[in-house]
């Protein structure tokens, strides 16, 4: 079956502008989840949603950024007024997770964003 | 704050060799662990995930070990291929609520052919 998806895979922006990323989970997975890895760092969590709403959004690193999954598949990372140290591969994973019983995290191929 | 290191950051071995590769994390109370391997310019692939109440989990060449009392899991990787050049991750998953993955910076291999 599918994988999990994401696009764009490559994202070129200049200060200052807005951009969304989408991506789109393994079909049924209840569990969403954005991380940012930076070159050589390994990936850093953002925001985890089970279903349609948001169940931790600890990682945000500050309120230019919003992610949201309104009809629990499909969600969109948000970016308002980009700066140079927002570039970085933006990923998304997914996770069956029924019933609160954790399982593996599948990890999308990435957007990578570049903010000149 | 849960932190997760692997040593060495990179290694580079012959064809064949067996392998360990080790990471340790700090906190103990975790749901599970998981090893992903990153190809270059690529996402994350799973390899394998053990949870916490498991010692060992088997994948073909692969077996994950996990001492989560010592904050401890090894990967073992039996005669290595150039085809298993990648970076490995390992990123245990915290228990608490959230169901997030803390990573390190990986260990970067190399198998010469």
């Known amino acids: 079956g599918a994988g999990v998806s994401q696009t764009p895979s490559n994202k070129v922006t200049e200060k200052g502008k807005y951009v969304e990323l989408r991506c789109d989970p393994i079909?049924?997975?209840?569990?969403l989840y954005w991380y940012r890895q930076s070159l050589g760092q390994g990936p850093e969590f953002l925001i985890y949603?089970?279903?349609?709403?948001?169940?931790?959004d600890s990682g945000l690193p500050n309120d230019r950024f919003f992610a949201v999954r309104p009809e629990g598949s499909v969600s969109t990372l948000k970016i308002q007024r980009t700066e140079r140290g927002d570039s970085a591969v933006y990923l998304c994973?997914?996770?069956?997770?029924?019933?609160?019983?954790?399982?593996?995290?599948?990890f999308g191929p990435g957007t990578r964003l570049t903010v000149l | 704050k849960q932190e997760v290191t692997q040593i060495p950051a990179a290694l580079s071995v012959p064809e064949g060799e067996n392998l360990v590769l080790n990471c340790s994390f700090t906190?103990?109370?975790?749901?599970?662990l998981q090893w992903f391997r990153q190809d270059p310019g690529k996402g994350l692939t799973s390899l394998l995930l053990i949870q916490s109440s498991q010692r060992e989990q088997t994948s073909g060449r692969l077996n994950a070990s996990l001492d989560k009392s010592s904050g401890r899991s090894t990967l073992y990787i039996a005669a290595s291929q150039p085809g298993d050049s990648a970076t490995y991750l390992c990123a245990p998953q915290l228990r608490g609520g959230s169901e997030k993955l803390v990573f390190g910076k990986g260990m970067k291999l190399t198998v010469n052919p």
């Open positions: 906190d103990s109370a975790i749901y599970n």
């Open positions: 079909s049924g997975h209840t569990a």
């Open positions: 949603f089970q279903g349609t709403g948001a169940a931790d």
């Open positions: 994973a997914s996770s069956l997770s029924v019933g609160g019983l954790t399982d593996t995290q599948y």
